[in-house]
Every structure is written in C-alpha cells, then in structure tokens.
C-alpha cells in the first residue's frame, strides 16, 4: 500500500463549526505533514509531525488544531473558520524527518468556508 | 530567504514535442529538489527527486537536471502525450525540513 488517503475529499462547513479531516497511510511513515494550498497557489507548510510528536508548527492559526493519534493516522481539527481559510488541505508522509526521502502526498480534501 | 520560480507559468505544446520546464532558485544552499505533478483539484504526486550531490535523475521519458551553483533545474518530458496535461510544481528541499514550492507550470499537451 503506497497511499495517502484523505477524508473527506469535500467539506462544506460555516464559521461556526467544529469538523475534522482525516489522513491515513500504511507505509509504515514516521513522519506526517499538513499543507494548505490556494487556488493556482503552491502549498504551503503548515505542520510536521515525527514520530507522533508535533515538530513544525508554521505560526498556524490556533483555529487549525492538528492531532497525531498514532503513528498511521493524522487528523486535523477545524473550529471558527474564516473564508479565507477556504483552500485544499493536503496531507503528506514520509518515512521520516530525514530531509532526503521522497514525500508522498494524499488528493487532499477541498474545504469551502461558508 | 529561499525562493523558487518557475518559468513559464503556462506552456501549451502539440502531442509529440518535447517539454522544457525550468525552475530555479536564489539559495543553492539546498538538500534535494523534487518535481512533482499536480491534476485539478488533486493532490501531488512526486515524479523525481534529485539530491543535492547529483546532476540529474531519469525515469522513463522524464529527466530532470540539477546544476545546484546556479541554482536551477529543468525537467523534460519526452514525447509529450495530452495525459501528461498538469501543472508541474518543483520544490527544493532546505534546512527544518521544510519544502519550498515554485509557483508551477501549467502545461496543455494537444491531440
């Protein structure tokens, strides 16, 4: 299994809602990114997890909480949306921090802020 | 701080004809560079990736270079196919483990 998989791959939520995206992978990665792109945007950075410990944190909007549960499966909270927060939200692995492996992203979950 | 540019931004070719796409970088200071292709709306899918001490990387009708002093790399896709349509994005690897991204290449390969 080579896959990052991503849930929901949309999500519609209004400003003031609580919702969660999901990101799986089996390839026994040990470390696990969330980057945030706009619209003909390149993606930008905005977390990295290693071995289930939060170690990049890009000044991220405390509105944007992420979550490492294990070391399969990131998640991404969302509570008091703005707009302009409306972007795709990739998730990415590697099997680790190391800065010269290959990383493997997921399709990404297309977020609309209402 | 480092910046990526890719150049074109667009690129409209007919099917057969080679593809050039450039990228280049202000800091050479970097660990590796990855070419990565991106469909609609879709996540990145990493198509090479070159360390920082090679000159390029092949795989099947793709080859990307990297000349590292100068600060630039080209990725040239053979034979272009209207499934190779995308956008190309580079991305140099730095310090913090942190991928710096170019702004992409659109490309439309014509039947």
């Known amino acids: 299994d080579t896959e990052v998989t991503q849930t929901p791959k949309h999500l519609v939520m209004g400003m003031t809602n609580k919702k969660s995206l999901k990101c799986e992978q089996h390839?026994?990665?040990?470390?696990m990114y969330w980057y945030k792109q706009k619209a003909k945007k390149p993606p930008e950075l905005m977390f990295v997890y290693s071995y289930e410990k939060l170690s990049i944190n890009e000044s991220v909007p405390s509105r944007f909480s992420p979550e490492c549960p294990n070391s399969s499966l990131l998640n991404l909270h969302l509570h008091a949306l703005q707009p302009e927060d409306s972007a795709l939200y990739l998730c990415a692995s590697s099997p680790s921090e190391n800065i010269r492996e290959k990383l493997f992203f997921g399709s990404g979950t297309q977020l609309s802020v209402l | 701080k480092q910046e990526v540019t890719q150049i074109p931004a667009a690129l409209s070719v007919p099917e057969g004809e080679n593809l050039v796409l450039n990228c280049s970088f202000t800091d050479s200071a970097i660990y590796n560079l990855q070419w990565f292709r991106q469909d609609p709306g879709k996540g990145l899918t990493s198509l090479l990736l070159i360390q920082s001490s090679q000159r390029e990387q092949t795989s099947g009708r793709l080859n990307a270079s990297l000349d590292k002093s100068s600060g630039r790399s080209t990725l040239y896709i053979a034979a272009s196919q209207p499934g190779d349509s995308a956008t190309y994005l580079c991305a140099v690897q730095a310090a913090g483990n942190k991928l710096t991204f170019g702004g992409g290449t659109r490309v439309l390969v014509k039947p």
């Open positions: 390839m026994g990665h040990r470390a």
